[in-house]
């Protein structure tokens, strides 16, 4: 996680300036390797809760192929207040496991391989628990675009069916094609300033919000051209390890500045959970998990 402080700078970008729609196709290209795509995650600070020697609690349920057999379960919060209330209650029904527990930071990087890792060995799973009030506001723009649709109660998709949840990122479109629109900052790295070219999605709307009403303001445009949309983290993440559009490359992710600070004051720290780098054996503890996740034993 050290290099976490390097990105600080997209929590708030600097001098951005919102260009054209960033994705068109490329027939010769071919899709990001997922060497490529961990690198791009490894900077997105998550949360986990780990013991006192920097390992994750994890969690068992029944493997739903062979009930005789168990899913050791990896869990990872976006919202690092959601992973403290989490840590509370293992304190409260878990006294002895709470007392050395603490909520630590992480690299995305390190939950998307174990899901990577879980196609191949089943024994292994990941629960990734989003915001639940940016997954409510996700639920409400898709509404609003026929994406989700509510009967009897359920929330299904357009085409019927259940909707699984997820963990959703905000991006910035053009309202004629829907693909994503791409920024311009200055970014400052080690003293110096230079331009880069990414495309954005945001964890937080709210966060987006702010960027795309101070873009309107040099360029009024924008607001019929343009307007926020959302795709889970789980389909934007198959999208990199398959597109042919090198543009993919330029992806990032943005986690609000709460989740940088805190993941930059720790980055110091001696003990860091394994997950940051690498898929590691599980450590069984009593832990009860669930909720709004996705990549569940994936």
Not at 198 to 204: G, S, T
Not at 246 to 257: C, D, K, Y
């Amino acid at each position: 996680m050290k290099k976490l402080a390097h990105l600080g700078v997209l929590a708030g970008l600097v001098s951005s300036l919102w260009l054209a729609p960033a994705i068109s196709r490329y027939d010769t290209a071919t899709a990001l390797p997922e060497e490529q795509v961990l690198r791009i995650l490894n900077n997105v600070p998550v949360f986990m809760i780990t013991n006192d020697k920097g390992e994750p609690l994890t969690f068992e349920i029944p493997n739903p192929q062979d009930q005789n057999k168990k899913i050791q379960v990896f869990t990872f919060f976006i919202n690092q207040q959601d992973a403290q209330t989490a840590l509370n209650t293992i304190k409260t029904q878990q006294p002895d496991v709470g007392r050395v527990a603490r909520v630590s930071a992480a690299a995305l990087s390190g939950a998307v391989k174990i899901a990577l890792e879980s196609q191949k060995n089943p024994a292994i799973g990941v629960d990734i628990i989003p915001s639940r009030p940016q997954l409510e506001a996700a639920v409400n723009l898709l509404k609003q675009s026929g994406d989700l649709v509510e009967r009897d109660g359920k929330i299904l998709t357009k085409d019927g069916r259940p909707f699984m949840g997820g963990t959703p990122l905000f991006f910035l479109a053009d309202s004629k094609t829907g693909n994503p629109i791409a920024v311009e900052a200055q970014m400052r790295e080690n003293g110096q300033t230079r331009t880069q070219r990414f495309i954005p999605f945001y964890f937080d709307k709210t966060q987006l919000q702010r960027e795309v009403d101070q873009a309107r303001q040099q360029r009024p445009e924008l607001a019929k051209d343009t307007g926020i949309r959302v795709v889970m983290l789980d389909n934007l993440v198959a999208t990199m390890l398959s597109t042919n559009d090198p543009v993919a490359g330029q992806i990032q992710l943005v986690q609000t500045p709460e989740a940088i600070q805190f993941a930059v004051q720790q980055s110091g720290s001696a003990q860091r959970p394994n997950p940051a780098n690498q898929p590691v054996a599980p450590q069984r503890s009593n832990q009860q998990g669930g909720g709004q996740g996705t990549n569940r034993n994936r």
